[in-house]
């Protein structure tokens, strides 16, 4: 490829240009996924899936200190089993893919591609579950699960997609809510202090909720463009599937019961929420927490150099990952070091070292902040001794200024004159509503803003303890406090 061609992967259309396009080419562009020849199905390529392997170590790690055991099931499902949950079936019958044939053979019964897999567990359980002393089953698998999404995007909705399902089974209900809100405070913690993500912890409307779910509890991110993206999901399933797939098991008191069951999930989609709260005109922005590259080390070299140049910048990076630090040294040949800066831009690298012979004699590295426009010439030691606060530093401005953005962009309405206003200007809106699902539709009909979920009161943004009239139609607010809306991904 010519320099010129490698010049022109560089640049992408700007956000206030075309939000959607600027997302498309930062995908490609910074070498996270590619298209595939599946319809609505994606490529993670290395750098891309290396950001995802540092999300299944960190939340992995996470479910086994809280005492959950991973396993894996099947990724064909007998149509049966979806069938027998009646709200499920519903949820998902658009969504389905369909194994109708295997080689020549007709199917009796078709399978299906698992959507998720409440049902097959379910089924399995039942096989298993004895008495209440063998409980509670706390699973979780990692994998891929599909669903037929008309308007697919990568990362946001493709058909096939990756995430883990967590399932468990309780002998009380309580025991089951007290599972629900561990692991969506897990999630929020997970989002806040590794993706450097605000999100609103909240329970979802019944319209919104999962299919055969008695209650689900979101965690809601926004983007730069205001969308709202659920980034996780945490439900109450009571004994829904339990009944419809005979879960039960003996109790205290001798007598049969059925269980209580959760699941719960956060899916690739997860990226996009990263890529889409902290990129800019120039691309990714990494949290240095979550980042697979922390540090990239660019050696200036000539010809009559490039061994000791490069042998200098191994040497730094030593030093570095002897605190703990992620480094890479572009060692790449035939490339501009100009090219070399845009392309870990791009990728959103947090911190750029450049190195060449006149920094070596005088004992200084160029330092170059992802989040920052100028350059810094300073003492080597005090760089690398210094990185992990820098790092630190990044992290924190990064998750402030997506929280101040949230903040700024969401506002309470009383009326639905400002309702449709704020929602046109890209806001979320704070409003009572009258839990009427069908006042809910219309909302959605005339303004194309979703109730995202009722904000949790203890120490989230908006904790507004009040009732009043619903903003649409007038009665009285059906929830103890303001529903946040806004337009969805």
């Known amino acids: 490829m010519s320099q010129d061609k490698k010049a022109q992967q560089f640049g992408v259309t700007p956000q206030s240009v075309d939000f959607n396009e600027w997302y498309n ?11 595939s020849p599946v319809r609505g199905s994606m490529v993670v390529k290395p750098y891309g899936h290396a950001l995802w392997e540092r999300i299944v ?4 790690d996470k479910f086994k200190e809280t005492g959950h055991e991973s396993l894996l099931f099947p990724t064909l499902i007998p149509m049966g089993f979806i069938t027998k949950e009646a709200d499920h079936v519903e949820g998902f019958a658009p969504e389905l893919f369909t194994v109708t044939k295997i080689g020549t053979e007709v199917l009796e019964e078709p399978y299906v591609m698992r959507p998720t897999s409440e049902t097959i567990i379910g089924h399995m359980w039942s096989q298993w579950l004895n008495s209440y002393r063998d409980l509670p089953y706390l699973h979780y698998q ?12 990568p990362f946001l909705r493709t058909a096939e997609f990756f995430w883990h399902e967590g399932h468990t089974a309780h002998e009380t209900e309580q025991e089951a809510r007290n599972e629900v809100q561990q692991m969506l405070n897990i999630y929020h913690v997970f989002c806040r202090d590794i993706l450097a993500l605000p999100v609103v912890r909240g329970k979802k409307t019944a319209s919104e909720r999962f299919a055969g779910a008695v209650d689900t509890f979101s965690i809601e991110g926004m983007m730069r463009d205001g969308k709202a993206l659920q980034s996780g999901t945490s439900h109450y399933l009571g004994q829904n599937f339990a009944k419809a797939f005979e879960v039960k098991f003996q109790g205290r008191d001798q007598k049969e019961h059925y269980v209580h069951t959760t699941s719960w999930a956060i899916s690739s989609r997860i990226i996009g929420a990263l890529i889409m709260t902290h990129g800019d005109d120039k691309g990714l922005q990494m949290p240095p927490n ?26 730094i990076a030593d030093e570095l990952k002897a605190l703990g630090v992620r480094v ?26 450049e190195v060449g012979p006149r920094d070596l004699e005088q004992g200084v590295l160029v330092v170059k902040n992802r989040t920052h426009g100028d350059k810094e010439i ?5 760089v690398i001794s210094g990185m992990p606060a820098r790092l630190q530093e990044i992290q924190q401005f990064l998750f402030k200024r997506a929280e101040d953005f949230l903040l700024e962009n ?14 046109d200007n890209n806001k979320w809106v704070l409003a009572h509503h009258c839990a009427d699902a069908a006042c809910e539709a219309s909302i959605k009909e005339e303004t194309r803003a979703t109730t995202r979920n009722e904000p949790l009161s203890e120490g989230e943004y908006f904790n507004q303890e009040s009732t009043g009239t619903c903003v649409k139609c007038g009665k009285p607010s059906g929830y103890s406090k303001r529903i946040l809306f806004g337009r969805q991904y």
Do not use: C, H
């Open 378 to 382: 300073l003492p080597r030691e005090e």
């Open 25 to 35: 080419e930062v995908i490609t562009k910074a070498d996270l996924a590619d298209y």
């Open 410 to 423: 969401t506002v309470p309405v009383d009326t639905f004159e400002q309702f449709k206003t704020e929602i």
């Open 142 to 153: 990692w994998g891929s699960v599909f669903r037929a999404e008309l308007r697919t995007k």
């Open 328 to 353: 890479k040294v572009d060692k790449r040949e035939g490339l501009s070091n100009g090219f070399k800066y845009n392309d870990w831009e791009l990728k959103g690298v947090p911190v750029r070292l």
């Open 57 to 60: 170590r960190w939340l992995d």
């Open 290 to 315: 979550i980042a697979p590259i922390q540090v990239v080390i660019v050696p200036v070299t000539r010809k009559d150099n490039t061994e000791q140049m490069f042998e200098a910048a191994d040497q």
